[in-house]
Structure formats: structure tokens, C-alpha cells
């Protein structure tokens, strides 16, 4: 009788193991596309990600390079004080955006030119994503807000 319990309760034990891992499995399988990498501009120009990699890419829109196309098209560069990135976005930007303003764009890096998908702006005058404000701090070019 002791054997009949333990050998079911080891089955029990296996069984939850395995729902475990199977479950686990299927969670990263359903997030592989919706997890994406901060990057800034000078991790991105020493090492390029793929064509087909989306990743997000922040620091700063450098001054006098925002050039608004025909419609919705926008150019700019992003800069973390070391290095630029051009970045191509079609779409409404938010009304926060601007030169010398941090922001963080969703998109690929293709041929040279990061294409958006998506522009996200800091959203009053003391807010700089976590990401941007490491980046910049890195680069030595980063300042306080003062209050």
C-alpha cells in the first residue's frame, strides 16, 4: 500500500513539473515579439542590430535636424552626445516633441536609418525615461533639471 502511495504522489510531482515547464514554454514563446531592447545611439552605431530586429531607441532629437516631410513624415537625428542616429517616422508626433527633447522611438534600424514605428515623448519638464537618462549620464552629457 505504501508503494502504490508513493509511486502515485511521484507521478503527481512529474506531472506538475511538467505542466510547469510546458508552461513556462508557451509564455516566452507568446512574448518573443513583444519584449523589445533599449538601445541608445552609440550602442546602435558600434554594433548594428539586424534589419528585422525591433528594438527602442532613445536620447535625444538633435538641434536643427527636425525636417517635416509631405503629410505625417518627420526626420530628425537622436543623439546621446556621442553618436546620431538618423530616424525616419511617419505618423502624429506627440505634442511634447522637439529639439534638445529626450524621447523614445519603437522601430528598425534599416540601411542606416532607424524607421519608427512609434515616437514616445517626455511628458512634462522634468521627465526623462530611465533608459535616455543613463545613456546620456554614460556619455557625460547629461544634465540635472534644477528646481
Same mark, same amino acid.
Given at each position: 500500500? &505504501?508503494?502504490? &502511495? $508513493?509511486?502515485? /504522489? ?18 516566452? #514563446? ?8 533599449? /538601445? ?9 542590430? *539586424? ?6 531607441? !532613445? ?6 535636424? +527636425?525636417? /517635416? ?26 505634442? +511634447? ?7 523614445? !522611438?519603437?522601430? /528598425? #534600424? ?6 519608427? *514605428?512609434?515616437?514616445?515623448? &517626455?511628458?512634462?519638464?522634468? #521627465?526623462?525615461? $530611465? ?5 546620456? $549620464?554614460?556619455?557625460?552629457? #547629461? ?5
Amino acid at each position: 500500500m &505504501k508503494s502504490l &502511495k $508513493k509511486q502515485r /504522489r511521484i507521478q503527481v510531482i512529474v506531472m506538475a513539473a511538467v505542466a510547469l515547464v510546458l508552461a513556462t514554454g508557451l509564455i516566452g #514563446y507568446a512574448m518573443r515579439d513583444g519584449i523589445n531592447f533599449f /538601445r541608445a545611439p552609440s550602442q546602435v552605431i558600434a554594433e548594428p542590430p *539586424s534589419e528585422t530586429e525591433v528594438f527602442r531607441l !532613445g536620447g535625444l532629437v538633435e538641434a536643427g535636424s +527636425l525636417v /517635416r516631410g509631405q503629410g505625417e513624415s518627420v526626420r530628425f537625428s537622436v543623439t546621446d552626445g556621442g553618436e546620431s542616429v538618423p530616424v525616419v517616422f511617419t505618423g502624429v508626433l506627440p505634442d +511634447l516633441f522637439g529639439e534638445n527633447q529626450g524621447m523614445i !522611438g519603437t522601430g /528598425r #534600424y534599416v540601411n542606416g536609418v532607424f524607421e519608427a *514605428s512609434e515616437i514616445l515623448a &517626455k511628458h512634462d519638464e522634468t #521627465y526623462m525615461p $530611465k533608459e535616455v537618462m543613463d545613456a546620456l $549620464k554614460e556619455q557625460g552629457v #547629461y544634465k540635472a533639471p534644477e528646481s
